[in-house]
């Protein structure tokens, strides 16, 4: 009988040894998967998330002044789209995303040389959207432009 407790105690011992030892062997394979990076943001490409969406932009409109001239550029926040049309020429029109591929940043309309430059990280690309110099490696995400009149048809 006395045996037969030793015995019990052993094995609940044991029991606990082995338990511990499993959830002690789980934390550290979980602390050792690999943790979100740059590069894996990236593939993630922050700019994609936005849903598809169609929005008209009125170009009398004065917070559109800017595209009345070749070069001009503006930033429109409308149905969940975050985006930046540029007048490319007298009768082409072009739009893509606001959001930096490679860390999901907001970036600003083209400057003055047809540069953006994002603020988070220094990711420059052209005045179509088109990426120039890292880290990022994508382009930012063009929408569907339609001149109908003075509007124009975006879908993003």
């Keep these: 009988m ?3 407790l030793l015995d019990r105690r052993a094995f609940a011992l044991r029991s ?10 789980t934390l550290v394979l979980e602390s050792c998967a690999e943790a ?10 922050p ?7 169609t929005l ?10 800017a595209l009345k001239k070749v ?3 503006v930033k429109v926040t409308q149905n969940g789209a975050k985006l930046i049309v540029v007048r490319s ?12 591929t490679h860390s999901g940043c907001q970036v600003p309309v083209p400057n003055a040389s047809g540069v953006i430059v994002c603020p988070c990280h220094g990711s420059r690309y052209d005045a179509t959207g088109k990426v120039t110099k890292g880290p990022a490696k ?4 063009k929408a569907q432009v339609v001149l109908q009149g003075t509007n124009l048809k975006i879908t993003a």
């Design 2 to 4: 006395e045996n037969e």
């Design 16 to 25: 606990a040894q082995v338990v511990l030892s499993g959830s002690l062997l």
């Design 36 to 45: 979100p990076t740059a590069a894996s943001s990236e593939a993630e490409d």
């Design 47 to 53: 700019a994609a998330k936005t849903a598809v969406t």
């Design 56 to 65: 008209t932009l009125d170009l009398n409109a004065k917070t559109n002044a």
């Design 71 to 73: 070069g001009g550029a």
């Design 89 to 100: 020429s007298t009768s082409t029109y072009t739009a893509f995303s606001s959001t930096c």
């Design 138 to 141: 994508k382009d930012l995400p």
